[in-house]
């Protein structure tokens, strides 16, 4: 029986090593956060810029201040990669941006509104964990709409848009992201006439947006 004891004894002092190191290697491994996948989201931030004119009689149409409030969609794909780079690509709709009533000499009051937007964007970002610091440029179309208060007459036209911008995301979780964006947006010019005169308008402008994303 003393023999049994012993033996017993000694594979216990033998096992508890085994199970220790066993504890140990099977602890739980850091997992590396991914990128790739569907998002979509909600942009909402701050606008300034100026109208871009080219006046079509000798009168002056001085250049417009433009800014104010602005709220937008966002859904998109990335794809993460082995080495850390991400690329996506992203599709934006605008759904709100500030009426602006812009004054210019000869022609007097002008209102101004975006009716709609669509514009894509590419995307290029290195991911450190949790963070992505990215790049993007893009193209769409914007339709706007002008009223010349002296003549009542209202035009609408559809602009090419171009974009280009820099953010950083960061995952508070595996599914919400956060963001801070930086965008620079310019428009092709488009003819808007009034009651005197006439000229071709564009736009150019930044924009800085917060974003709120959930990841699918």
Known sequence: ???????????????????????????????????????????AGYFDGKTVNTPLTAGIFPNADLSGGYVGLNVGYRWHMANDWVYGLQLNA????????????????QNGELNWALYGTGQIGKAYGRWLPYVEAGLGVADAEGLDQNSGITTSNTHFMYTLGLGVNYALTDRITT?????????????????????DWGFEMSLITFNLGYRF
């Not at 290697?25 to 569907?38: M, Q």
């Not at 092709?188 to 005169?197: C, F, I, L």
């Open 1 to 43: 029986m003393k023999r049994i004891v012993a033996v017993l004894a000694l594979m216990s002092v033998f096992a508890l090593p085994a199970a220790a190191a066993d504890v140990y290697y099977k602890a739980p491994v850091y997992k590396k956060y991914n990128w790739t996948g569907w998002y979509a989201g909600v942009d």
């Open 94 to 109: 605008p759904i709100y941006a500030k009426k602006q009533r812009p004054v210019v000499a000869i022609a007097g009051q």
């Open 179 to 199: 963001g801070l964006k930086y965008q620079y947006i310019g428009t092709s010019k488009e003819r808007y006439p009034s009651g005197v005169s006439a000229a």
